[in-house]
């Protein structure tokens, strides 16, 4: 192991995005390093949990609770995923970009960090580790989500583009998608000007403007392309199971022999409720045992069971998946991560966010089908039936899960913060000595 290290970790609680970064800071806390986490004061419990110090954002956006009205992006509110990602673009990322540089630099010199690891999706968190000129990772935690040559633009969840027509999709809709992410930068730049560093072209820059950027996915599942920039690398799904789970014991005697469907829709408010209830419906006319996680943000009145569903508020879909035969989600990345990974075949409901171009990964690699978020109970009824009957998709998805767990085209991201780490301890060691009156260049000793 190297010497121990403190890392800074400036995250916000958005649901998926919050268990593999734990998991990243359990690994980190595992081998003798300090981590603080800035974060939403939602997560306090689960950093300490963790082993984690805590700083709540004060000035930057964060949600007080986990009950739907302290919802920062209210993104369900918004049908169109290009209005959607406007709006986040505009309201999260660039108006508070001032806010988000200021309370990262507090943070970083209040915890003495030798490193920063940020959300991509915060990319002016990284203007504070450029001005302490400290090494700065930032990291995706799910698919890549940059409009990249060669990749379908993040939104409308289409496949990878097939002849001429497909390529001028694909162009069209980067350029919007240029348009819309230029809306944060003037509020980017002023946040880099009042701290001392030059604009910028783009807000691409600043979002990559990092010593590694790490993708926290596969990229046998992604799409991928020679265009994304030379510093990411794929650092495979972290997939610890979020702390609020409760233990999992079955409500089916052992043999019971028919076939187990989960559900799991999202852990945050996507107004998920109507959904749920159809797919209770549709499981309850099937020959089989249904089990539907609710997540935080439903109450069990609002969704109820029958006779072959049980309804419950959570339970590891790890160790779910393991016995599953069909996975019903809304595709969001740790979730899909966990079904193909036990290789289970999908239906994939996507309703908005990531989960659309999820969903697109699961059905173009064959380890899946998709149905509108709107279809009726006979319709979900109908796919479930489907991939429980067609080998092809469980198949399918045992050869996409097998390449997930192979790691293949990943790096350890552990090992790559600890060097970068280490890169910047080593170079103000070698200032020191610089420094040091009573050592002279060649007059070093060694052990």
Known sequence: MTDPRTFLFAMWDGGGNVPPVLGLVRRLVARGHRVHILGDPTLADEAHTAGAGFTPWTSAPHRKSRRREDDVVKDYEIGNPMRMIRMFVESFIGKPASQWAGDTLAALEASGADMLVADMSLPATLIAGEKLGIPTAAYCPNIWMLPTSGIPPLGPGFAPA??????????????????????????????????????????????????????????????????????????????????????????????????????????????????????????????IRGLVTLGETISADEVLGTDNVVVVPSAPHTVVLGEAAALVTHCGHGTTMRGLVEGVPLVCCPMGRDQNDTAARVVHHGAGVRVSPKASAAKIRQAVELVLRDPSYRQS???????????????????????????????????????????????????
């Open 397 to 447: 998805a045992r050869r996409l899960g097998d390449a997930i767990r192979s790691r293949e085209g990943c790096v350890d991201v552990v090992d790559s913060l600890e060097r970068l780490a280490s890169a910047r301890r080593v170079r103000l060691d070698a200032r020191k000595s610089e420094m040091s009156p009573g050592l002279a260049p060649g007059n070093a000793t060694r052990d």
């Open 162 to 287: 097939r002849g001429p027509l497909g390529r001028a999709r694909d162009w069209l809709l980067r350029a919007v998608s240029h348009r819309v992410f230029a809306r944060a930068m003037p509020y980017v730049n002023a946040a880099r000007v009042g701290h001392g560093l030059s604009p910028l072209a783009n807000i691409y820059a600043q979002m990559v403007k990092a010593d590694e950027v790490y993708v926290l996915t596969s990229p046998r599942f992604d799409f991928t392309s020679p265009a994304m920039p030379h510093n990411v690398r794929y650092g495979g799904p972290i997939l610890d199971d979020p702390e609020w789970c409760a233990p999992w014991r079955s409500p089916w005697d052992a043999s019971d022999r028919r076939p187990l469907v989960l559900v799991g829709l999202s852990s945050t408010y996507q107004n998920q409720a109507p959904l749920l209830r159809r797919i209770v419906e549709a499981l309850a006319d099937l020959p």
